[in-house]
Nanobody, 126 residues
Framework: QVQLVESGGGLVQAGGSLRLSCAAS????????MGWFRQAPGKERELVAA????????VYADSTKGRFTISRDNAKNTVYLQMVSLKPEDTAVYYC???????????????????WGQGTQVTVSS
């Protein structure tokens, strides 16, 4: 069982920046692909960014490409989401997810992840 704990959310003005962190309890964190998702009120959960276990394969949503950066520090069992040039439409609960990928360096398809965090609220004011 892997526990994921997100932090770093909050209220920021449009154009501002935030960095989200997700700490994982996994003993073999480097075997997991990691992803960030978000869900706004009344909308479906959507992929924001994802990273393969090695970090070599990255996927970004079109809406976040160029503004958000996913990264990981395997020594700290942590994945990050750096967000800049935030917009009001980025307001959502952001979730971290982990998928066991020992035999593959691919990025998981869609939202097919094994473990999920509880989420952290990001609110961008106009």
């Amino acid at each position: 069982q892997v526990q994921l704990v997100e932090s770093g959310g909050g209220l920021v003005q449009a154009g501002g920046s935030l960095r989200l962190s997700c700490a994982a309890s996994a003993r073999t964190f480097s075997w997991y692909a990691m992803g960030w998702f978000r869900q706004a009120p009344g909308k479906e959960r959507e992929l924001v960014a994802a990273m393969s276990r090695s970090g070599g394969n990255l996927v970004y949503a079109d809406s976040t490409k160029g503004r958000f950066t996913i990264s990981r520090d395997n020594a700290k069992n942590t994945v990050y989401l750096q967000m800049v040039s935030l917009k009001p439409e980025d307001t959502a609960v952001y979730y971290c997810a982990a998928d066991y990928m020992y035999y593959s360096n691919a990025v998981p398809s869609g939202s097919d992840y094994d473990y999920w965090g509880q989420g952290t609220q990001v609110t961008v004011s106009s």
